[in-house]
């Protein structure tokens, strides 16, 4: 869900302003799953890029208090958003945690980095939703751990059904800076794209597993 559509609508134009997110409609990405995909988004970017960071950092900690008031702890999804949610947590001067995809098979073998308190309420940040598998996990590690996990904030969302599906099953809540229809529409409006590439692009998220075979 969108809350804010000029956020939205900033936040895909400074995306596509750094290559953070990239449109070949004509020369398609192949995803790791084999999927053809003619959009590639890495917001890691943005790190290198510090009013963009800032900007990104402030609009989400903003919707975080707008959505659940000030949290007792902010978590990362690794590895994409530790940066972002470490800079969010310093914004919003909470503690900070982050979830590995699996536990370390050394050390302490810890899945969740940084000391998580039970009854802990956690709002979790993700810098990238495409079927929301792995940010669920993430959800599901830390309540194994016994926080209160309110919901999830992320940079952007490819707005796929089968994300919605799942989010809505694992009955957690989900909003995004920005998403994939507000993209083609700033992509569209700034010439990154034309009418035809935005035909294409629109077409890939109805069926992106079959998409360009």
Same mark, same amino acid.
């Given at each position: 869900? !969108?809350?804010?559509?000029? *956020?939205?609508?900033?936040?895909?134009?400074?995306?596509?302003? /750094?290559?953070? !997110?990239?449109?070949?409609?004509?020369?398609?990405?192949?995803?790791?799953s084999g999927w053809k995909s003619p959009i590639y988004c890495d917001n890691r970017i943005t790190l290198s890029y510090p009013m963009i960071r800032n900007y990104i950092r402030?609009?989400?900690?903003?919707q975080i208090e707008e959505l659940y008031g000030k949290p007792e702890m902010i978590a990362g999804v690794?590895?994409?958003?530790?940066?972002?949610?470490?800079?969010?947590a310093d914004y919003l001067?909470?503690?900070?945690?982050?979830?590995?995809p699996e536990a370390k098979g050394h050390g302490r073998q810890n899945k /969740?980095?940084?000391?998580?308190?039970?009854n802990t309420n956690v709002v979790v940040v993700e810098d990238l939703i495409s079927t929301g598998k792995s940010s669920l996990l993430a959800v599901e590690a830390l309540k194994e751990a016994g926080a209160n996990v309110k919901g999830m904030l992320a940079i952007f969302s490819y707005?796929?059904? !089968? %994300?919605?599906?799942?989010?809505?099953?694992?009955?957690?809540?989900?909003? *995004?800076? %920005?998403?994939?229809?507000?993209?083609?529409?700033?992509?569209?409006? %700034?010439?990154? !794209?034309?009418?035809?590439?935005?035909?294409?692009? %629109?077409?890939?998220?109805?069926?992106?597993?079959?998409?360009?075979?």
């Open positions: 869900m !969108i809350l804010n559509k000029e *956020t939205a609508q900033k936040t895909a134009a400074l995306l596509l302003q /750094i290559n953070a !997110i990239k449109l070949q409609p004509q020369n398609p990405f192949t995803w790791a402030e609009n989400l900690a903003r690794a590895t994409g958003a530790i940066g972002i949610g470490a800079l969010v001067n909470v503690p900070f945690c982050y979830v590995r /969740i980095e940084g000391h998580l308190e039970k707005g796929f059904n !089968i %994300s919605e599906e799942n989010f809505k099953k694992a009955n957690v809540a989900l909003n *995004t800076l %920005s998403n994939y229809e507000i993209l083609l529409e700033e992509a569209e409006k %700034s010439k990154y !794209i034309n009418s035809e590439e935005a035909e294409l692009l %629109s077409e890939w998220r109805e069926n992106p597993a079959v998409w360009g075979q």
